[in-house]
């Protein structure tokens, strides 16, 4: 009887979860379109931020109310925030696992984040005009020369910039091969890099299941790395590698945290 | 050095820097296509190969019509040839 009502309990969770939480994402992201215009225009009079700054601020908002729809399912946890300060403009890079992982980000403290992102979710008519707003990098399509053009007028006008460094969802939920183009833009303007780790959303919503699935989600921020400490030809690969084994041996530790 | 092992050097040194499977390195292997690099990778892919083989290629217009591995493979071998 003991081991059975833990999975009863789950499996009721689970239908619960699916049944309320796409309806609900749906009326929130609805209720956002319809209320954005109006916030937009009170956020630029009274915080005299530019368009993009605000656009971002509401992403981050929208987020937290993704946040707030999912904790009756979904744990949300956060660790290295309270002793790691994540100073601004940096370039965030963050291991990628679901389609989800973006809307995570809302459990960042800061809001002024351009994502660079592929090409499929500008295709999303209800998110693209925001997207454009916020000046989301479309990576596919402006490549890596417009997105340095790009990110270094983010970075210049104090807004971080945020990559998934392997290119596209895990499969396995294991960390992939790193592509350097963050890691490049870091050495060329300096600005520091601030690798993220999560762990969690590949058992809420992993690629090709689109059913969510109760979740524990933590999201570990680690230490700042200066690309000024990595010089020579081969810079952006030396600091690629060091930031990779850094997340990696963090999202091992995470795993095996979340067994205990 | 034979071209067997300029062969093999150069799956190494790619498959070390770009962390890609070595059973992957064949040489039909398209590099954007099948191998994943994409035009910052093909920039360090020159730099990575100056290095292993103390050459330097950058400046080569043979560089732009490489889309292969094999390409690289015939690349390499004809350079050192040349040099010898």
Redesign the interface.
Known sequence: MSTICPKVIYLAATVVMNIVAYPAIIVWTVLGIIIFPFGFVLCKAFTGWEGDRIMRHFVWIYGRGWLFLMAPFVRFKREGFRDRKISAPCIMVINHLSFFDTYCMALLPVSNIAFTIRSWPFKMPWYAPFMRLANYLDLETI??DGAFKAGNRVLSKGGSLLFFPE?HRSKDGQIQ?????PF?LAVETGVPIQPLCITGTEVLLPPNRWWFLPATICLRALHQVSPKEFTG??A??DLRKHVKNLMTENLQEMRENLKK | MNDQEIIDLINTTLAN????NIDDMVPGAVLKDDL?L????RV?MV??LE?AFSFKIREEEAIREIHTLGDIHNFVIHKKQEME
């Open positions: 490549g890596w290119g091969r790193f592509y350097s183009g490049k030809e081969t952006h690969g | 820097e770009f962390e890609l994943g994409d035009s910052l990778d360090d730099i990575v290095k």
